[in-house]
């Protein structure tokens, strides 16, 4: 089936730094990429929505300058939190969607704690 | 727009014995529906989904659910839960003419087994 790799599982950086999480499709292609966000015990909270080769769009109250979203292939989407901070720290998601259009596949998810 | 609502945020339910996770949506247009599983520090796994056809769909792990659209419900049942069912339990929704395919996620329900 369908799968989505996302990298890394988990980081700890220094607040102030960037990190970049990377989600692949490894066997099919991912026309639409849903990154999200899920703090604990909570939901997941969709952060932005991005096509291959468009500019993400960001769900309202999303600083699209703090969380880069860049899906330059049908493969490959990438999300940056530039000079991330304590209140960072969360759980990140990544979903694809398959050209079917019923298929949504999630990545592992990364755990990211900023110290 | 639509929404969705999981009514139980904890389910206890002793090994061996039957569960029910409700879920209620709300929509103008036909959706498609979803269930997805979490366990601790991972991505969601697709249990099953509604596009059409047959009311009750079977999905993984031995679980079903059936689509009432009269009640605008969704319920997922298991006739015989294991202490590996352990885990978070997410409805979702999706409205085919979305040009994203957004999902619409319910806020979750714990499945708790006791021994």
């Known amino acids: 089936g369908a799968v989505v790799s996302q990298h890394p599982s988990w980081v700890i950086c220094k607040s102030g730094t960037s990190v970049k999480i990377e989600c692949r499709s490894l066997?099919?292609?991912?026309?639409?990429m849903f990154w999200y966000r899920q703090f604990p015990k909570q939901s997941l909270m969709l952060m932005a929505t991005?096509?291959?080769?468009?500019?993400?769009?960001?769900e309202q109250g999303v600083e699209k300058d703090k969380f880069l979203i860049n899906h330059a292939s049908l493969t490959l989407s990438t999300l940056t939190v530039t000079s991330a901070h304590p209140e960072d720290s969360s759980f990140y998601i990544c979903?694809?969607?398959?050209?079917?259009?019923?298929?949504?596949?999630f990545g592992s998810g990364t755990r990211l704690t900023v110290v | 727009a639509q929404s969705v609502t999981q009514l139980d945020s904890q389910v206890p339910v002793f090994e061996e014995a039957p569960v029910e996770l409700r879920c209620n949506y709300s929509?103008?247009?036909?959706?498609?529906l979803f269930w997805y599983v979490q366990y601790p520090n991972q991505g969601l796994q697709l249990l099953l989904k509604?596009?059409?056809?047959s009311t009750l769909v079977k999905g993984i792990n031995g679980f079903e659910a059936e689509f009432n659209k009269s009640q605008t419900s969704f319920h997922l049942r298991k006739p015989s839960v294991h202490i590996s069912d352990t885990a978070e339990y997410f409805c979702?929704?999706?409205?085919?003419?979305?040009?994203?395919?957004?999902?619409?996620w319910g806020a979750g329900t714990k499945l708790i087994i006791k021994p």
């Open positions: 979903s694809a969607r398959d050209k079917s259009g019923y298929g949504y596949t």
């Open positions: 509604y596009l059409s056809g």
């Open positions: 929509s103008s247009v036909s959706v498609y």
């Open positions: 991005s096509n291959e080769g468009s500019k993400a769009t960001y």
């Open positions: 979702a929704v999706s409205a085919p003419m979305d040009s994203n395919y957004q999902l619409i």
């Open positions: 066997d099919f292609q991912a026309t639409t």
